[in-house]
């Protein structure tokens, strides 16, 4: 059962232009979560999270939108840029009030951002 | 302020083998996870320690066991290695906000 879908296996742009990555969760437990970048034979990169207290959280070219109703958020990355290219994982985690901070992980977007 | 760093960087073991992966946290994060990401899919979350105690673990069986130690670095060890635990092995460390910073892996080849 997987919890944390990334429909879209992949996703092509243009330099300059808008990238959308989309999730969706099933676990209505969810309260916190996450985008994560990752180039070949590297380790996961943080780049933004958001709180279910929230629905949009902004840091530079990245914004994360969160729709909690539909149980879907989604990452904007403006304007795209060649060294994006990589994949994303979204990630949650139902750590409130507790103290397990397991994260269940979508299967990535392979985002190619083109010059 | 120094990142996550993972030892070794790959290995190839033979079916039945065990194996220690090893972990040192970002300075002053006290909470250490385990995950295994197996090619193509995101990565699995299997067990997480806090000051040297297992608190949360995923849905691996008993031969994947770990350590934390007083400094915090982690160990990972499985024993009776099977073709299928061959894969990307991550430890991540807890931030202040709840984010986890991950170290580069291990890549475990299992002949």
């Known amino acids: 059962d997987q919890q944390v879908k990334q429909n879209s296996p992949s996703l092509s742009v243009q330099e300059g232009r808008i990238s959308i990555l989309n999730c969706d969760y099933t676990?209505?437990?969810?309260?916190?979560f996450l985008w994560y970048k990752k180039y070949p034979a590297e380790g996961p990169t943080f780049l933004i999270s958001?709180?279910?207290?929230?629905d949009k959280n902004e840091d530079g070219r990245f914004t994360v939108f969160l729709n909690k109703s539909a149980k879907h958020l989604s990452l904007h990355i403006v304007p795209s840029q060649p060294g994006d290219s990589a994949v994303y994982f979204c990630?949650?985690?139902?750590?409130?009030?507790?103290?397990?901070?397991?994260?269940?992980f979508g299967k990535g977007t392979l985002l190619t951002v083109n010059p | 302020e120094t990142g996550v760093t993972q030892s070794p960087t790959h290995l190839i073991k033979t079916r039945g083998q065990q194996v220690t992966l090893r972990c040192s946290s970002q300075?002053?994060?006290?909470?250490v996870s385990w995950y295994q990401q197996a090619l193509g899919q995101g990565p699995q979350f299997i067990f997480q320690?806090?000051?040297?105690?297992?608190?949360g673990r995923g849905n691996f069986p008993p031969r994947f066991s770990g350590l934390q130690f007083p400094n915090y670095s982690s160990e990972l060890n499985v024993n009776a290695l099977e073709l299928d635990d061959s894969a990307l092995y991550l430890c991540?460390?807890?931030?202040?906000?709840?984010?986890?910073?991950f170290g580069p892996g291990t890549r475990l080849t299992v002949t």
């Open positions: 991540a460390s807890r931030g202040s906000f709840d984010e986890q910073y």
């Open positions: 676990n209505s437990m969810f309260d916190y």
């Open positions: 958001i709180s279910s207290i929230k």
């Open positions: 990630a949650a985690s139902a750590a409130s009030g507790g103290s397990n901070y397991k994260l269940t």
């Open positions: 300075s002053g994060h006290n909470t």
């Open positions: 320690y806090y000051r040297e105690e297992e608190n």
